[in-house]
């Protein structure tokens, strides 16, 4: 297989396109004939060589790849050759080829168009009128899910399990945001932030965001923010307490870190929760331990990388139960700013590494790829 190697840790060109021996899958795991993989900003700090793979994992980076079952290992029960799959991993998705355990592999979604493409064995095709949801939990007319073409592109798929398992588990399960209830995020226009934005929104909250241009502002209300602020031309957190009436938000989810903690803090409304997933800026920060008491607030947070393969098989489950409906609903959309052959994965960390994009930058191994738009390319950095 082919695959991107961190050579030396550091810049961009540190990486390079080698080949190497395909992987075989253990027991309870499938192996994944990569067609695109997403790029996240930890496979930059890994880069950096400040961010390990756990023990067994892969050194290869890349925590999410869609494409299709190629083999299956001993246990395995639900998938077989030749399904097509979506899977968060540990790492080894800057590959052609990428094996993942069967629980964190999560099928295609089907889009809001309300019908799906059935091949028939003689070579004819028909469309035919079905349910989408849980689809691949049956069969259809004698037929399988790999005799169905989902309506999501594999491009789009790459761009799910990393953003959608991690807000699913800190937004809904940790942060406890319910239908009714304000949420402020922070890079409304990362990965994370658009996908936060839009799954909250669909399930029944106010959502505010922060971004770092007016374009990225507009982008952010665009995809079901109520209102979005510059945080280089305005104090969102006054902006924050203002547009709840003075009440404070109900739960932040927050990528920044560093000083950004006590005015999270000061935006938060009584038993607010402080939901902590990255810090951009610094892990230290100092905070007012009176304010927490006072208005009893929660401040937790989550890694998802090093959780064990029943931890993230769990979580799997509840975003196939919760979020896909969204997704095939058409209320949640990846936004893919820009995508890149394997080949030129240095290319994707120094797009990654500007905060020039807005939404998911994607590897694809068949070589073609897509520019981002000029006006995103000369954006400021978030």
Known sequence: MHCIEIATFGPPEGMRLVE???????????????????????????RYGKYPPPPGASDVPGLEVAGRVSAVGAGVTRWRVGDLV???????????HCVAPEGQCLPIPWGPWGQVTIRESRDTSRARSVEPHHMWRSVVGGLTNRDLTPSLSLVDAAALPETTFTVWTNLFERGKLVSGETVLIHGGTSGIGTTAIQMAAARGATVFATAGSDEKVAACRALGAHEAWNYRTVDWADAAVTATSGRGVNVILDIVGGD????NLAALAVEGRLVQIAFLKTPAASIDLSLVMRKRLWITGSTLRPRSVAEKTAIARAVE??????????????????????????AAHRLMESSQHIGKIVLTTDGEATEPEPDRADAPAA
């Not at 899958?25 to 496979?43: C, M, T």
């Not at 979506?86 to 052609?96: E, H, I, P, Q, R």
């Not at 139960?321 to 240095?346: C, K, N």
């Open 20 to 46: 190497r021996e395909t992987p075989a899958p253990g027991s309870n795991e499938v192996l994944i004939e990569v067609s695109a993989a997403g790029v996240n900003r930890p496979d930059v700090v890994q």
């Open 86 to 96: 979506c899977a968060l991993v540990s790492g080894g998705g800057y590959a052609t």
């Open 321 to 346: 139960d919760e979020v896909w409906p969204i997704v095939e609903a058409g209320r949640l959309r990846p936004v893919i700013h820009a995508t890149f052959p394997l080949a030129e994965a240095a």
């Open 260 to 263: 950004y903690a006590a005015r």
